[in-house]
Structure formats: structure tokens, C-alpha cells
């Protein structure tokens, strides 16, 4: 019902103008075809005044001129005031056609689709008992004006009679509301009700009975059979999975049946899919838990990154977050990421910069076009960014292992806001943007002090979070690097007894492990390299590193077997970098693994790095002893030559 519907002071005399006319303003909050908007009716007192208009029907549907009656010439209404507006504000009706106010209409303030009715505290004596409308006689005969229209009419017409029962508050159980409900079922069984209008139906239904309405019920079988005959539009699919992020049961075979066959559908017509509907989509699979449909997430990532340009920054926000929850990457949406991005970032909310980086470091996605403009956004826009929104920006930096191009200025930027806001950020947010630093070679020591002391550690456990097990380790290897790196630190130390003993863990955290598979491969030529299996997997270090494959030499250079390892005058570690240890589609180590081997060197290893891209290369076996040997060896002359 597109235009704005009057109140009258009898149901009845509304009936009698026109079919298409119900004393309810607020009934236009839910159309078939856009969203519900919001309107502020519930909260004005409404005077009671004879209303005509010309004759109308339903948004959305056709008009039915079978039963559009003629408007009988009256001279126009009064205008109708509204208690409590100012004069200026004056809204007038006059044959149908509304007079916006004079002064700047107020922003609509976001609403729920349906609210009850909440009576307004006023003593005006010319209010009307809105509930007290829904008793009389005017509502059956609209009604039964309705039973004239198609099914689609017909159906709009009762979910906006039910849609205006539940924002008045009405009992589900009423005789009023009862029949409203026969009605609809009575609609359903025809099965000839448009997919926008049952959506509609189910929503109102929904609020006013819940999921095990009845209603929602035939709604959702309706709409399961349109879906397999595949005769759901774009729009109307956007509106089906709003449907069922409200009334889905998951313990419903029916319904989880349905919910597969929609993705299907929806697979195959996603090309056709506008920017905000593939937005939408994306939140209802987030709230459904739709983490195994991932052929329908992929098509979908892909399809946004062909209308990345039309997402506004709030919309990219959601998209990106969804697909994080979802868990899918897909590499073209990274490359419309690369090249729409740069070129936003530098006036867009802050809350959008730092979405992006969580997203990159979550996909491992090292994207120069994106950290470069994100980097120089926080050197000029810092200040006006909150703390966890510049710690998701340093961490992603970090843990990617990227070190933009004006990263002096970004760090005295981060210096600067960490001296002014130090006691703002979270203990955990403030130890990982510390420990982010470490990744790339710059040392926070003015900052290690404060995290190192005791005051600092009991705030940690004040503020209810406990130094879990990330925490712990990320102190842990800042003060190794404080110990291995900065020989000119004098600062407090972490107490030994928070240290962790490995660093090994579920979640990789600190470490990835060795790639079975790479390890097989090199297994064979490494063996036959040394003439034996003279060499060890998996050892962990005093320091908690875990190492892939060690070989220990004696003093002039040979390598020593298992059973003469207490003879060992030098270490050599063979790093087997799988594919998981470097950022996506790049040949950059993630910055966890850089901070390792630099780590193990001040420790007094040689690390010998295998990447998994030169291996993989390799053909023969006669290769890949070849090429253990080019890396292998000249490390070894290195350490015979030494002594």
C-alpha cells in the first residue's frame, strides 16, 4: 500500500469511499516490495476525522478495476492536526494527496517491523481508542471487499490487517484476529499467491504467532514449492532468506530440505544478484549457520567482487565480516578489494579500514595496494580512530609480515598515540600490538617495561582476562626478543615462571608445523644426501621452538649420527615450509615464522630454509639430492671454515 492510509472515525464510512483505504498510518510500514520502513505512528496521538481519498490498492500488486468504486464528489476535509506538532510542522491531508510539512522532517529512527501499540500518555478528548477500531463492523466488511481480489491482493491486504493487529497489540486469540488467520489459510491453499506477498504474509504472521504459527507453516510450503519450480525472482529470493532468518527451525527436515534446494536456486540465478542482495544473503547464512554451503558462499564472494563497487562502506563492512564468519575466500573479490579500495580508504569510516585488514589477515591475504593506503591513512587519520580499531591495523601489518614504505612515519604515529593513550587500550589489545611490532623488526622497549611490570600483569587479571595461553606465549617472545635482540635493553624481564615451555600449539599461534607431505618428499634425497638418517624431526629447543629437522655437526664439519650427538660442536635447522607458513598466493613468510628463524639464529642455529615452491619443482630424485646438497652443504663449509 504505497500511499500514506487515513484514520476515520468509523471503519465503516472508510469502507464506503474506497476499498483500498484502512484507518491505520502505520499499516504502510511493511510493503511487499521494499523493506520495512520505518514510520513514527505508534507514539502520536491521532484525531479522528472523516478521511477521503482517491481510490487505491495494495503496493505492489495490479489494480483491479472490477472493484474500484467511483469517489463520491465531497469538498475537501479539514486539514487533520496531529497533537504535539508545531504549527509549522502542520501536515495536511487533502484529497489524498499529503502536504509535506514546512520545516525539515525529522530522520526516521530505526524501528523493529512490529511493535505493540503503547497508548500515549495525553487527555486530548478527541483521541481515538485505537484497538477500539479493530471491534466494530468495518474491518469484516473490508474483509470481504478483500475476498474479491486475486490471491496476491488478497494476501497483501490481510498480512497489512495483521500486520496492524500486531502493532496494536490485539490477542492472537480474538475472534477479530482468529478470522484474519482463516483468511489466510483459506488464501494458502490455492497455492497461487505471489512469492513477495506469502514473505509478507509469513513476516506478520511470524510476529503475531511465532515459528510454530500455522500460518508460517503454509507460508513456508508455498514458498518451498515456487523455490522447486524455480520461479523466484532475484528480489524475491533476498526476501526468502530474510523469511527464514526469522522462522527457520533447523529440527524441520522440511524446512532444511527446503533451505538446500533454495541454495541451489540461488547458485544458479547469483549473476543476476544486485549488491545489496548479495549482502543480505550473506548475513542470513551467517545467522542460519550455513558454514557447509560453500559452493553457495564461493559463488557469492565471487559475485561481490563484480559489484564491489556499488557496496557502500557499511555494506562492505557486513559482507566482509560475513565471509570471514563463513570461512571462504575467493581471489577475484581480493583483487576488486585491490582496486577500489585504495582509493576509499583515505575518507571512509575507520571502522571499514580496520574490517578490511581483519579480513586480510584472516584470508592471509598481503595486499601492497591495500596495507600501502591503509598505512598512510593511520600516519594523517590516527588521532581519530579508537584503540581497537588501530590494533586490528598494526596487527594485520605485523602477523602478514609487511612493512610499508612510510613505516617510520607509521611507527612514530603508533609511538605517539601509545604515549597520549596508553592507559585507554585493553591489556590484550596493547600486548598484541607489541607483539605485532616484534614481526617486523621493531622493537617497542619504552613499552616492554610497562607490560613487563608487576602492575601491568595484575591488570590483566583484573579486568577479567586471564593470561591465557596466547597471551603468556606472546609475552614470552617479546622478551626473547628483548633478550636476543636487544642487547642494550635494561629494562624489567618477564618472570620466568609465566614463561611458556613450547610454543606449539592448536591454533598455530606462534608456530606452524611441519607439512607432513613436504616432509616425505624430502625424506628420501635427505637421507641419501647423508648417507644415513642422521638427523632428527620435531626437536624442541630450550626456548620452546619446535624445529623440523635438525643435523648436528662435530667440531671440523662432519655430520654426526644420533648415537655421538653429546660430541655436537654446531646445529643446523632445515625449515620445511609448506604452503601454510607464507601469506596467500605469495612467497612472503608470515611474520610469526620470520620472528622464528631470526629467533633460532640468535640462538646460535644456521637455518637452512626449504620452500615448498623450489621442492615442488623438482622432478627426479637425482634433482632433489642436487638441490639438497646446493643448501645443505655450502652451510656446512660455512661452519668448517669458521673453526
Not at 112 to 120: D, E, G, L, T
Not at 130 to 146: A, D, K, T, Y
Not at 260 to 275: C, D, F, G, P
Not at 587 to 599: D, I
Request: with cysteine.
Amino acid at each position: 500500500m504505497k500511499s500514506i492510509v487515513c484514520i476515520s472515525s468509523s471503519v465503516r464510512a472508510a469502507c464506503q469511499h474506497t476499498s483500498a483505504c484502512f484507518p491505520l498510518n502505520r499499516l504502510a510500514l511493511c510493503s511487499p516490495v521494499s523493506r520495512c520502513s520505518n514510520v513514527e505512528f505508534a507514539s502520536r496521538t491521532v484525531v479522528a476525522q472523516p478521511c477521503v481519498t482517491s481510490a487505491r490498492t495494495f503496493h505492489g500488486t495490479h489494480v483491479n478495476t472490477a472493484v474500484v468504486q467511483q469517489v463520491s464528489a465531497t469538498p475537501p476535509p479539514s486539514p487533520v492536526l496531529i497533537p504535539g506538532e508545531r504549527e509549522d510542522e502542520l501536515t495536511a491531508y487533502q484529497l489524498g494527496r499529503r502536504v509535506p510539512p514546512k520545516a525539515a522532517a525529522r530522520p526516521a529512527t530505526h524501528l523493529s517491523p512490529y511493535r505493540p501499540y503503547a497508548k500515549p500518555p495525553s487527555n486530548t478528548a478527541a483521541q481515538v481508542n485505537i484497538p477500539s477500531v479493530f471491534e466494530g463492523e468495518g474491518v469484516r466488511e473490508l474483509c470481504s471487499r478483500l475476498a474479491d481480489l486475486p490471491s496476491s491482493d488478497r494476501a497483501e491486504g490481510l498480512a497489512i490487517l495483521l500486520g496492524a493487529c500486531v502493532e496494536f497489540g490485539l490477542d492472537p486469540h480474538s475472534p477479530l484476529v482468529c478470522r484474519l488467520i482463516n483468511e489466510c489459510l483459506q488464501v494458502l491453499s490455492n497455492r497461487d499467491t505471489g512469492v513477495t506477498q506469502l514473505c509478507h504474509l509469513g513476516e506478520v504472521a511470524y510476529a503475531l504467532e511465532g515459528r510454530q504459527s500455522a500460518t508460517v507453516m503454509e507460508v513456508l510450503n508455498s514458498i518451498g514449492v515456487a523455490v522447486e519450480e524455480d520461479a523466484v525472482s532475484p528480489s524475491e529470493t533476498d526476501r526468502v532468506y530474510s523469511l527464514l532468518a526469522l522462522c527457520y527451525n533447523p529440527a524441520s527436515q522440511q524446512q532444511t530440505l527446503m533451505l538446500s534446494t533454495l541454495h541451489r536456486h540461488t547458485q544458479r540465478l547469483v549473476h543476476r544478484l544486485k549488491a545489496g542482495q548479495v549482502c543480505d544473503i550473506l548475513q542470513v547464512l551467517v545467522k542460519l549457520q550455513q558454514r557447509p554451503a560453500i559452493p553457495l558462499v564461493l559463488r557469492l564472494s565471487h559475485r561481490a567482487s563484480r559489484v564491489f563497487k556499488a557496496f557502500s562502506d557499511h555494506e562492505v563492512i557486513k559482507v566482509l565480516s560475513a565471509l570471514m564468519i563463513l570461512g571462504n575466500h575467493d581471489g577475484a573479490l581480493l583483487a576488486a578489494m585491490e582496486k577500489h579500495l585504495p582509493g576509499r580508504l583515505g575518507n571512509s569510516d575507520p571502522e571499514l579500514i580496520s574490517t578490511v585488514m581483519e579480513y586480510c589477515l584472516q584470508m592471509r591475504c598481503r595486499s601492497e595496494p591495500i596495507f600501502e593506503a591503509v598505512a598512510e591513512n593511520f600516519v594523517s587519520h590516527a588521532e581519530t580512530h579508537t584503540t581497537p580499531q588501530i590494533a586490528k591495523q598494526i596487527v594485520a601489518m605485523g602477523r602478514l609480515n609487511y612493512l610499508p614504505q612510510c613505516s617510520s612515519q607509521m611507527f612514530k604515529k603508533l609511538e605517539s598515540i601509545l604515549s597520549a593513550r596508553f592507559s585507554q587500550f585493553q591489556p590484550r589489545s596493547l600486548i598484541e600490538v607489541l607483539h605485532a611490532c616484534i614481526h617486523l623488526e621493531r622493537f617497542p622497549l619504552n613499552y616492554m617495561s610497562k607490560v613487563f611490570s608487576p602492575y601491568f600483569l595484575q591488570r590483566l587479571q583484573a579486568q577479567g582476562e586471564p593470561l591465557d595461553r596466547n597471551a603468556l606465549g606472546q609475552l614470552t617472545q617479546l622478551h626473547l626478543s628483548s633478550s636476543l635482540e636487544c642487547n642494550y635493553y635494561w629494562g624489567p624481564r618477564l618472570p620466568h615462571f609465566l614463561h611458556v615451555k613450547t610454543f606449539s600449539s592448536v591454533d598455530e599461534a606462534f608456530e606452524t608445523p611441519m607439512e607432513s607431505l613436504l616432509y616425505k618428499w624430502v625424506r628420501e634425497p635427505l637421507v641419501q644426501l647423508l648417507g644415513g638418517k642422521f638427523y632428527s624431526t620435531r626437536i624442541r629447543t630450550h626456548s620452546g621452538y619446535t624445529i623440523d629437522v635438525e643435523i648436528c655437526l662435530d667440531e671440523n664439519g662432519y655430520v654426526l649420527p644420533l648415537s655421538q650427538w653429546e660430541h655436537t660442536h654446531r646445529r643446523l635447522v632445515l625449515c620445511l615450509d609448506g604452503q601454510n607458513r607464507f601469506c596467500r598466493n605469495t612467497q612472503h613468510l608470515l611474520g610469526k615464522e620470520a620472528t622464528k628463524r631470526r629467533h633460532l639464529r640468535r640462538m646460535g642455529y644456521e637455518v637452512v630454509q626449504i620452500p615448498y615452491f623450489e621442492f615442488e619443482k623438482l622432478r627426479t630424485q637425482e634433482e632433489q639430492v642436487q638441490y639438497l646438497h646446493s643448501k645443505i652443504f655450502p652451510t656446512i663449509f660455512k661452519f668448517s671454515h669458521r673453526s
